[in-house]
């Protein structure tokens, strides 16, 4: 059964999430244009070292702990 088949409604309201989740892609990438997130990063690493690789510790640790739970 496709989203053709279960009627007006539903194709309705897949239409309407479908316009929303482009929507809010554009409003993403309009956002990521506008911030130069990588040059803060290089930044930050560069002003603290120590902090910037305490904290890349901590994600993997958290995403390794996640990854073997099957999360």
């Not at 088949?5 to 990521?32: H, I, T």
């Amino acid at each position: 059964m496709s989203v053709q088949d279960a009627g007006p409604a539903v194709q309705d309201a897949f239409d309407r999430g479908r316009r929303a989740a482009d929507r809010a892609s554009d409003a993403v990438k309009d956002y990521v244009a506008d911030h130069d997130f990588g040059y803060e990063l290089r930044e930050f690493v560069r002003d603290q070292p120590w902090l910037a690789v305490g904290a890349a510790f901590a994600i993997g640790y958290v995403v390794a702990r996640m990854m073997r739970r099957g999360c």
